[in-house]
């Protein structure tokens, strides 16, 4: 059973990396300059494509190396506040306040899977929690600082080299840019020798453990990967919508990363980046039901886990394998 497991840990990593990504890249911009001017409507292609980079981190923690955690939300305000109070208090540049979010959020990240080292991996959701509400009382508590309750004001528009990407067209195609540049990035951990020994871990950690993995190790890696993307969506959420605030980063906010992830199918960065599209756009029908939001979140992924436990990348998987026996048995013929 355990060397079945091990197997298709295995078997999820992909040494071939498709060199596709200019070219769908260069697709994905040009549609959406051509079959979108409204602001709102690129304004919610931002956002999803902020909501995307942050559940590709979660895919890694959770999807590939096992480890549910519910503090990606936190981790992503730790990138946001980091990135904002550098430009307002210092003056700092768009990407050097984004890359110290990306740090601040990697440290975050990382520190909590120290924590977790001790404990079960069904335990580090626990610990993850707990990280999660600490950040979210330094939000509220830390009035000077942060802003408290009333948020974060003042945050300046996202400039490069000079230019201003403020304007709704310029930002969509800046976080697309960016969503695209993590996706192939996510792929090419996956690739690797530490994605590997990630979802080997995650799958079977006592056969892991047995062929020589390290993996407090490899835990501490994926969370600071996994962190590394939270604090950049931070950044870009930040710049966004040039506010931030502690209701932006709560509970229901790390529960609908959770489901894109669940829904993409776990370990699938294509399946994530789809479900996060589809989910972002769905998310804003619950503004106004923000007391009720985290009691949807959960049920749905309860219900999806039974339902369609496999998520997308499932379901695509068999209408592959589905067309192939097709196509092989019209060959026999």
Excluded at 22 to 43: M, Q
Excluded at 92 to 102: S, T
Excluded at 327 to 332: C, E, H, M
Aim: hydrophobic share 60%.
């Amino acid at each position: 059973m355990r060397m079945t497991r091990f197997s298709s840990a295995i078997m999820l990593v992909d040494s071939n990396r498709p060199l596709w990504y200019p070219g769908a890249l260069v697709l994905v911009l040009v549609g959406v300059r051509f079959l979108f001017d409204s602001p709102a409507t690129l304004y919610l292609i931002a956002l999803m494509a902020v909501y995307a980079l942050a559940s590709l981190g979660l895919n890694i923690l959770f999807g590939l190396g096992g480890m549910l955690s519910l503090a990606q939300a936190a981790v992503m305000a730790v990138g946001g506040y980091t990135s904002a109070l550098l430009s307002i208090k210092l003056e700092w540049p768009f990407v050097a306040a984004l890359v110290c979010g990306a740090v601040s959020g990697a440290l975050v990240s990382a520190l909590a899977s120290v924590a977790s080292l001790r404990v079960a991996t069904h335990y580090f959701v626990l610990v993850t929690l707990a990280v999660a509400e600490s950040i979210s009382l330094i939000l509220v508590n830390e009035d000077e600082l942060t802003g408290g309750f009333n948020g974060l004001f003042g945050i300046p528009p996202i400039t490069i080299a000079g230019l201003n990407v403020s304007q709704p067209w310029p930002l969509a195609a800046l976080m697309i840019i960016v969503l695209f540049f993590g996706w192939y990035i996510a792929d090419a951990f996956r690739a690797s020798r530490a994605g590997f020994a990630t979802v080997a871990s995650g799958a079977d950690p006592q056969m892991a453990l047995a062929s020589g993995i390290n993996i407090p190790r490899v835990r501490i890696i994926a969370g600071a990967v996994g962190g590394v993307y939270a604090g950049v969506a931070g950044a870009l959420f930040a710049g966004l919508l040039q506010f931030l605030g502690p209701s932006d980063f709560d509970l229901s906010k790390t529960l609908l990363f959770l489901l894109i992830v669940v829904i993409g199918g776990l370990g699938s960065n294509a399946g994530t980046i789809v479900a996060a599209v589809v989910l972002t756009y769905l998310s804003q029908g619950l503004l106004q039901l923000r007391q009720v939001s985290p009691l949807v979140y959960g049920v749905a992924i309860m219900v999806l886990l039974v339902v369609m436990p496999h998520g997308l990348a499932g379901i695509a998987q068999k209408v592959v394998a589905v067309l192939r026996v097709g196509s092989g048995k019209r060959l026999q013929v």
